[in-house]
């Protein structure tokens, strides 16, 4: 009997739209994982990460007080510590700039989502961010 994973991995390889389902997981994941690695330099967010931003901001993800608010009923300290939820709330936040920027006909590219994680969408959609963003954005998309 095949294990569950194992299974999805059958599955994405012999259909199409699952692949491209695993494909954009798998971009995300990656996505994630950059945008955590500048933010506070950590290389394994299963990990609590108590590094406090200079506004606030939390988890290896950075999440401000509002964006935690948005995705999570949880006290604005756990997302210090714990990481399986900041993680889940930094996926959501992503999912929905993805989706706002793809609803302005703007594509979702890293370079792009990396922008507006750091300068918010509003920022993005108004080209309004400040020139040290594009340099955040280039190093998360590297």
């Given at each position: 009997m095949l294990k569950p994973f194992a299974k999805l991995l059958i599955c994405s390889v012999f259909a199409q739209p699952h692949a491209e389902i695993l494909g954009a997981a798998l971009d995300e994941m990656r996505l994630l994982a950059a945008i955590a690695h500048v933010e506070t330099g950590t290389t394994d967010t299963a990990r609590p990460c108590r590094k406090?931003?200079?506004a606030g901001e939390r988890s290896a993800w950075q999440?401000?007080?509002p964006v935690w608010n948005t995705y999570s009923t949880a006290p604005f300290t756990?997302?210090?510590s714990s990481p399986r939820l900041a993680s889940a709330v930094a996926a959501a936040?992503?999912?929905w700039l993805?989706?706002?920027l793809e609803k302005e006909n703007l594509a979702a590219t890293p370079y792009r989502l990396?922008?507006?994680w750091n300068a918010g969408?509003?920022?993005v959609l108004a080209s309004s961010y400040k020139y040290q963003t594009t340099h955040y954005a280039e190093r998360v998309a590297n």
């Open positions: 406090v931003g200079r999440l401000s007080r756990s997302a210090s936040h992503l999912r993805r989706l706002n990396a922008l507006a969408l509003s920022a």
